[in-house]
């Protein structure tokens, strides 16, 4: 009995992995979509949103059956809470990646950026689909160090997003409203995408060492 559940931790942590691919390919092609107005690249990370939302509905399931049924402890019952709270945060970046492509869909066959811009998202689209591929590592490995490594690759997304206001705020920017709106949304849904990649390497960090990074070091989160 003990062996199948260590199996099934195991599966669901396979499971969580195989999402992080996911929505690491819908950042990766969405950002294509964006940059080179590929309304077929588009659709396709369209398309696919559904795939990620039936991979969390998956793991979940999972997860809060191993809850019922096995009533887990310590390590391993932070291991299932973890898979839950990181299957949201990965169904997340999977809906961040969605706005992207729509927002490729919506402007074609126009360009949605500036090319004054398009230097900070090919920067900014490749850290976020790194961040993603090093989760999904992260939660084969449960590497701790290589989990707070992320947090470096979220700081050059940030540093980018800082960077594209004061681009949108100088009175010379020549590209109108609707430009600078959608440089705006877009910037965010990066952000926000890298911010996600950073929360699920902290909950492997939590399966690890029962503490949760960033929220003090005088609250004990053991489980």
């Known amino acids: 009995?003990?062996?199948?559940?260590?199996?099934?931790?195991?599966?669901?942590?396979?499971?969580?992995?195989?999402?992080?691919?996911?929505?690491?390919?819908?950042?990766?092609?969405?950002?294509?979509?964006?940059?080179?107005?590929?309304?077929?690249?588009?659709?396709?990370?369209?398309?696919?949103?559904?795939?990620?939302?039936?991979?969390?509905?998956?793991?979940?399931?999972?997860a809060y059956a191993l809850l019922a049924l096995q009533a887990p402890v310590a390590t391993d019952l932070r291991t299932v809470l973890a898979a839950i709270h990181a299957a949201e945060s990965l169904e997340?970046?999977?809906?961040?990646?969605?706005?992207?492509?729509?927002?490729?869909?919506?402007?074609?066959?126009?360009?949605?950026?500036?090319?004054?811009?398009?230097?900070?998202?090919?920067?900014?689209?490749?850290?976020a689909v790194k961040l993603a591929r090093q989760v999904e590592q992260v939660i084969q490995t449960k590497d701790v160090a290589a989990a707070k490594d992320l947090e470096a690759a979220d700081d050059q997304v940030d540093d980018i997003h800082r960077h594209l206001f004061t681009v949108l705020m100088d009175r010379e920017w020549p590209h109108g409203v609707a430009a600078a709106v959608d440089v705006t949304l877009l910037g965010r849904f990066y952000e926000r995408y890298a911010d996600h990649a950073v929360s699920v390497a902290k909950r492997m960090i939590f399966v690890v060492t029962g503490r949760m990074p960033g929220y003090g070091s005088d609250e004990d989160l053991t489980v």
Do not use: N, W
């Not at 195991?10 to 819908?26: D, F, G, P, R, Y």
């Not at 997340?92 to 004054?116: F, I, T, Y």
């Open 92 to 127: 997340r970046m999977g809906d961040l990646a969605l706005h992207v492509a729509k927002a490729a869909r919506r402007r074609h066959p126009d360009p949605v950026l500036p090319e004054a811009v398009r230097p900070d998202f090919i920067e900014m689209g490749g850290a």
């Open 1 to 62: 009995m003990r062996e199948a559940y260590q199996v099934e931790l195991e599966q669901l942590a396979q499971h969580l992995a195989a999402m992080s691919a996911q929505v690491a390919e819908a950042m990766e092609l969405a950002t294509r979509a964006l940059l080179e107005v590929d309304l077929g690249l588009a659709e396709q990370v369209i398309s696919d949103d559904a795939k990620v939302d039936d991979a969390r509905a998956e793991c979940e399931e999972q």
